[in-house]
């Protein structure tokens, strides 16, 4: 019978495995399964992660500090093009990277079944294997959404890819299901250095809390409008108080871009608005372990996506 090791006597390892991939790759809902938590919010909308966020993933004497990255895609807006170059800079700066993509997307696309999105997506990955080239990297093909495919169909799009020559290695996985992560966990901690742990054992997300208050909300938003409202919205926490009673009274403001917008946000007699911070507010009560206080209000700022205080906040490059 083995013995299970005992981590206080193993060398501690900690470093960053970045997560990048097209736009609805899985990306947020696989740094999710690593870290155990809810770190990066995830809906049905593709490019809802703006900014890297930074989840941190323990496996034995290893800590993982795992960038979730906006997706990377074709930019056509300072926002979109702010957000790209984050991703990249996520990628440069980690210890090991992880190129996630939506095999399911690729097959059918290659079947000419694939829906706009999808083909959309396939051209991302594309972009991404360009760009790749370009620094000369090798890094980890995760396939995920492995889930009801034929393992030909899934070999065939790896052999594809393989033959881009920017690959070391490939997990498949499911990232929905945990199907496989577990294989990939144990990889990407062998590939993090020797050094002292960046963050405390307990510790999942380095987000300071009026910033994933805000991300919760804005969640939520695109779960209730995904179909109405486009990508045009922020949410912004205005304050954060604590009140003697232990409970926390947070404020928040959604921007739009139009009074349309607003509307849509609102519902009738602000029944929509009032499902989003009902469902926010229950979500932060898990994560805070307390009883939580939420108002939302909703304003029309034609021009937030072109503010540089916007792009400081969401830790962007403005000049870009």
């Given amino acids: 019978m083995t013995d299970t090791p005992n981590t206080e006597t193993l060398p501690t390892r900690a470093g960053?495995?970045?997560?990048?991939?097209a736009p609805n790759a899985g990306k947020s809902t696989l740094v999710n399964r690593l870290v155990?938590?809810?770190v990066s919010i995830v809906?049905?909308?593709?490019?809802?992660?703006r900014f890297p966020v930074r989840g941190v993933a323990m496996e034995g004497s290893t800590q993982i500090v795992l960038v979730d990255t906006p997706g990377i895609f074709t930019p056509r807006r300072r926002l979109d093009r702010a957000m790209v170059r984050s991703a990249w800079t996520g990628a440069e700066d980690a210890d090991a990277v992880l190129h996630l993509v939506d095999v399911a997307a690729e097959i059918d696309v290659a079947n000419n079944a694939g829906k706009a999105a999808d083909r959309r997506g396939v051209q991302d990955v594309r972009t991404i294997i360009d760009g790749l080239k370009k620094s000369d990297s090798k890094v980890i093909l995760g396939l995920n959404k492995i889930d009801g495919i034929k393992r030909e169909n899934i070999l065939k799009v790896t052999q594809d890819l393989f033959e881009t020559g920017v690959y070391s290695e490939v997990f498949m996985?499911?990232?929905a299901t945990g199907a496989g992560v577990d294989d990939l966990k144990k990889r990407l901690a062998a590939l993090m250095p020797e050094g002292h742990w960046l963050y405390p054992e307990d510790q999942t997300a380095d987000l300071p809390i009026?910033?994933?208050?805000?991300?919760?909300?804005?969640?939520?938003?695109?779960?209730?409008v995904h179909e109405e409202l486009p990508y045009a919205a922020s949410v912004e926490t205005t304050a954060f108080q604590e009140r003697p009673d232990g409970s926390v009274r947070i404020e928040q403001t959604v921007y739009v871009e139009r009074d349309g917008q607003r509307a849509i946000l609102l519902g009738k007699n602000g029944q929509t608005l009032?499902?989003?911070?009902?469902?926010?507010?229950?979500?932060?009560?898990?994560?805070?372990?307390r009883e939580v206080h939420l108002f939302l209000h909703v304003k029309v700022k034609e021009n937030w996506a072109e503010e540089r205080q916007s792009y400081a906040d969401l830790g962007l490059d403005f000049d870009v």
Avoid: D, H, N, P
């Fill in 173 to 175: 996985i499911s990232a």
């Fill in 210 to 224: 009026r910033l994933l208050a805000a991300e919760l909300t804005r969640e939520k938003l695109y779960l209730r």
């Fill in 274 to 289: 009032k499902w989003i911070g009902s469902a926010s507010r229950e979500e932060l009560k898990t994560l805070l372990e």
């Fill in 36 to 38: 155990g938590a809810k």
């Fill in 16 to 21: 960053f495995a970045a997560v990048i991939g």
């Fill in 43 to 49: 809906t049905q909308k593709v490019q809802t992660t």
